[in-house]
């Protein structure tokens, strides 16, 4: 059973628009967030991160919210951009070192122009 | 620029043969991880590794074992291939942070088929 889920496999946005990702876990203990983005052919890269003592974290165009009482977290992209289009990965992790994260099966957003 | 390298891009073998993936980090990292990536299911940790000669099973470690003989080198062996592992193999490099949490930093990924 995922303990990280991400319910939308695929999201359409016009460019300019907001996109909204959103995540889901079961674990309470987990108490680390980060979303990935993913290009065809490509590695993830680190897009930003949230720990559990705070609820809202602000880089830019991307803001991730976290709602810990509704396990839930969500990725903000204000104004999205065509090269925003890629795969959108959460990831949660719960050990004191930051070595285990656990990923979500991710999001492909299209921006489209 | 820091950088995670894997040996192949693309992969192709036959069911039963001995598969060797590699790693090499240029970033003194001490945490080096192995994921597969699959439709629908995400990244999912086969193996990873906080030091030389350590490693810890993830996931999914069946099927699968690892070596960790340098450092900057971690490799992630199939010892009979099945179809089922096919798949695409990332690795990824984080530094020990002793407390606080690290992004991880991936490598391109290797395609691999097994036919």
């Known amino acids: 059973d995922q303990q990280v889920k991400q319910n939308s496999p695929s999201l359409s946005v016009q460019e300019g628009r907001i996109s909204i990702l959103n995540c889901d876990y079961t674990?309470?203990?987990?108490?680390?967030f980060l979303w990935y983005k993913k290009y065809p052919a490509e590695g993830p890269t680190f897009l930003i991160s949230?720990?559990?003592?705070?609820d809202k974290n602000e880089d830019g165009r991307f803001t991730v919210f976290l709602n810990k009482s509704a396990k839930h977290l969500s990725l903000h992209i204000v104004p999205s951009q065509p090269g925003d289009s890629a795969v959108y990965f959460c990831a949660a992790s719960m050990d004191n070192y930051g070595q285990n994260f656990v990923f979500g099966p991710g999001t492909r957003l299209s921006v489209l122009p | 620029d820091v950088k995670v390298t894997q040996s192949s891009r693309y992969l192709v073998k036959r069911t039963g043969e001995k598969v060797f993936l590699e790693c090499v980090q240029d970033m003194d990292h001490e945490n080096m991880f192995w994921y597969r990536q699959d439709p629908g299911l995400g990244l999912r940790l086969i193996y990873f590794?906080?030091?030389?000669?350590?490693?810890e099973k993830g996931d999914i470690p069946e099927g699968y074992s690892v070596s960790r003989e340098k450092k900057e080198r971690f490799s992630l062996i199939l010892e009979s291939a099945s179809t089922n592992q096919t798949s695409m193999y990332l690795c990824?490099?984080?530094?020990?942070?002793?407390?606080?949490?690290?992004?991880?930093?991936f490598g391109p990924g290797t395609r691999l088929t097994v036919l």
């Open positions: 590794s906080y030091d030389v000669k350590m490693k």
């Open positions: 949230i720990s559990s003592i705070k």
């Open positions: 674990n309470s203990m987990f108490d680390y």
């Open positions: 990824a490099s984080s530094p020990l942070s002793g407390g606080a949490y690290n992004e991880q930093f």
